[in-house]
């Protein structure tokens, strides 16, 4: 069956920098694609990124952009998301994806993806 397991989450300064990553199984991975959403608290799954299966296709949240980059490793099954210039307000329950397809057309759409992680905690505070 589909599992996805994020790990890489904990606190940082603001200003600092976590790379989380998202370990897949179950299913060919390098023909879907991924993305990242979050959950501040008190707040609504918010979408964060996304990568088509070809890693030149990404996808930002304008409140990430310039700051979080995503990419993956097909040969290790593995979608990361490297989070630079944290700032308070990324405080959040991180969640990956995986999409319906190889490449939504709507990526911003939560519903566009049908398997979910349990999360990652991450936490930006001095």
């Known amino acids: 069956q589909v599992q996805l397991v994020e790990s890489g989450g904990g606190l940082a300064q603001p200003g600092g920098s976590l790379r989380l990553s998202c370990a897949a199984s179950?299913?060919?991975?390098?023909?879907?694609?991924m993305s990242w959403a979050r959950q501040a608290p008190g707040k609504g799954l918010e979408w964060v990124s996304s990568i088509y299966t070809v890693s030149s296709d990404t996808f930002y949240a304008d409140s990430v952009k310039g700051r979080f980059t995503i990419s993956r490793d097909n040969a290790k099954n593995t979608v990361y998301l490297q989070m630079n210039s944290l700032k308070p307000e990324d405080t959040a329950l991180y969640y990956c994806a995986k999409g319906h397809g190889s490449s939504p057309l709507y990526v911003y759409r939560l519903t566009e993806y049908d398997y979910w992680g349990q999360g990652t905690q991450v936490t930006v505070s001095s």
């Open positions: 179950g299913f060919t991975f390098s023909d879907y694609a």
